[in-house]
């Protein structure tokens, strides 16, 4: 609609005033025709947001922007800057830049190739990283004071980040040993995913109510991101700070899920009819599983570990007392494809091979 209304595309010669009021013609003969550089406040926000919108959607479905973007949009977003009669105006512009970080992403490693079959070397891939992650500082500092704490820019900001940190993700568990330049950048991901959902969950409740889908999918988006993450970490890392980085994203899905269910209590969905919170609630469930399996399977270990020093060290006194020690859980195997949701956005693993990569790994 915005297209065929043309209001992506300055207003040809001889609109006039009344067209941008009422996009009604012809105009009376009375009024002056004049060359105008921009549409309405009304059709520019409607241009800007409508970008917004469809291109954040398409990104995180792995596909092109309906809507292209056009230096005409920048200056319309720059004007209404300019020119501010509500304060969202003065956001646009912020959230266009953004995007266009974002869509930058998506085309230099190739995430709408369902293969993801980047060629890219790991030095390279470092390289891109890092430069993608200056662009996003730079547009965090470029920030006016006022819009610093902005709620909706920063957590769009983390979301950002741990987008263009994805690649460290890819290929690290179709390729034995894992890429140490891929592991970092998995980390550095990571550090924005906890981001997003600490801002997002600092949301209330009664503001989370008014959550579209979309918003729902960017949470999901994270959740899906962090929990594949976390399979790759516990093949290659079993430190109590990679322990205590899972324990946290597990923490962080606890309140997800919590606050899920009450809202999903307040729609009144009559037993046994289905609901998209009721969708999301099952798939997060499963992912739960897995991270309380993974929790419990590390306690054991680093109990066991502490008990062998214990034991090696004489100046350590045994006590028969067991009433205070803790009790290795019996932990499920890593889980089949199956318990992960249809929908992962992409990212890896998505095929039977990779679990029998993690499989070949001696994973758990």
């Not at 060359?35 to 406040?41: I, R, V």
């Not at 009669?85 to 956001?91: A, G, I, P, Y």
């Not at 503001?207 to 579209?212: G, K, V």
């Not at 990212?347 to 994973?363: G, K, Q, R, W």
Request: glycine share 4%; hydrophobic share 35%.
């Amino acid at each position: 609609m915005i297209v065929d209304l043309g209001f992506n595309k300055k207003p040809p010669q001889g609109t006039t005033q009344h067209d941008l009021i009422l996009n009604s013609q012809p105009a009376p003969e009375h009024m002056t025709t004049r060359k105008l550089e921009f549409w309405s406040h009304e059709a520019r926000r409607a241009l800007i947001g409508a970008y917004i919108q469809s291109t954040l959607c398409a990104l995180m479905c792995r596909k092109q922007s309906p809507i292209a973007y056009s230096t005409y949009m920048e200056q319309c977003a720059l004007s209404l800057l300019e020119d501010s009669e509500v304060d969202t105006d003065k956001t646009l512009i912020h959230f266009i830049k953004l995007l266009q970080i974002m869509n930058e992403v998506y085309s230099v490693f190739e995430y709408g190739d369902p293969d993801h079959s980047l060629s890219m070397g790991d030095d390279k891939v470092q390289m891109v990283v890092k430069a993608l992650e200056g662009q996003l500082n730079s547009w965090r500092e470029s920030l006016p004071p006022e819009l610093s704490q902005h709620a909706q820019l920063n957590t769009w900001g983390a979301l950002a980040g741990a987008y263009a940190h994805e690649i460290g993700l890819h290929g690290n568990l179709r390729s034995h040993p894992f890429s140490a330049i891929r592991v970092s950048i998995m980390f550095d991901c990571l550090t924005h995913v906890e981001d997003y959902m600490k801002r997002a969950l600092a949301i209330s409740a009664d503001d989370m109510e008014t959550w579209t889908a979309f918003d729902w999918r960017q949470l999901t988006y994270t959740i899906m991101l962090a929990s594949k993450i976390s399979v790759s970490i516990d093949v290659i890392a079993s430190d109590k700070e990679s322990t205590a980085r899972i324990a946290q994203l597990d923490s962080y899905l606890g309140v997800v899920y919590t606050r899920t269910q009450e809202l999903f209590s307040m729609t009144s969905t009559p037993q046994g009819q289905t609901h998209y919170f009721h969708r999301l609630l099952n798939q997060w469930k499963g992912i739960r599983s897995w991270y309380q399996t993974v929790l419990q399977k590390r306690t054991a270990t680093h109990f066991n570990e502490q008990s062998s020093r214990s034991i090696g060290d004489p100046s350590v006194r045994t006590s028969h007392d067991t009433s205070n020690q803790i009790q290795a859980t019996p932990f499920r195997p890593l889980q089949t494809l199956d318990s992960w949701p249809d929908d992962n956005f992409g990212l890896l693993p998505i095929s039977t091979a990779d679990f029998m990569m993690l499989e070949s790994l001696e994973y758990p």
